[in-house]
């Protein structure tokens, strides 16, 4: 029995499909994620921030934000390929809803990752993280350890991050530690 070609192309585009995750971290695009990519204003947003950032002196968390599905993880892993060099210099954390250890939370592994972010520590961090996170568990990350990241908190406040019903200004301020992107609401953009 032979396989039909488009069928197996086809298949690809399955939700269930091995080739529907991006892992965000290393190029894991293959020539067909490439083929299928589209440049959207959210990920020229990141580029810039991106860009912007790798030159600060000072710690910078960067939140790529928003629901699952929402491209983020699949974003990261075409900017791995396009900024090798400067997205070199982040700790990439794709997935804050996952822990790496089976005997701590997601949000206790969070908490490990962003010590350098902590009132108490920023001023001297020089941490850069880019972290890919959906809304609710950055909202229940700030509920349980808000009163440690007053400075995070405040800045996911200030900017209205959970208010998914905002467009959200998410320009790069060089006077933060803190910036993000919000692809709630960029998909079709």
Known sequence: MTTNPLL????KLRESSKYAVAQGTSSNLNGFKKYLHIERDVEKKLKNIISKASE???AQLLLVCG???DGKSHILSHLHDELKSIISQFTIHNDATESHNPN???NETLYKLLQGFKDDKIGASKDKIILAINLGTLSKFIEEYGDEFKILKEYIS???ILDTDLIHNDEYDNKSNFHHVNFTGWICK
């Open 8 to 11: 197996e192309e086809l298949k």
């Open 56 to 58: 600060s002196d000072k």
């Open 67 to 69: 629901n699952v599905g």
């Open 104 to 106: 701590e939370s997601s």
């Open 158 to 160: 200030t900017n209205k």
